[in-house]
């Protein structure tokens, strides 16, 4: 049983990671593009 938990656990974590670095990168991606539209326009 434990070792179910300790393994639902790691995927949720890595799935939770993910989820944050998914945010991150289109964070900075959008950053980057109103940026340059700025500097464009």
Do not use: D
């Amino acid at each position: 049983m434990r070792t179910q938990c300790s393994q639902m656990y790691r995927m949720y974590s890595l799935r939770f990671k993910l989820l944050v670095l998914g945010v991150f990168l289109g964070v900075q991606i959008h950053s980057i593009f109103y940026v340059s539209r700025q500097v464009l326009v």
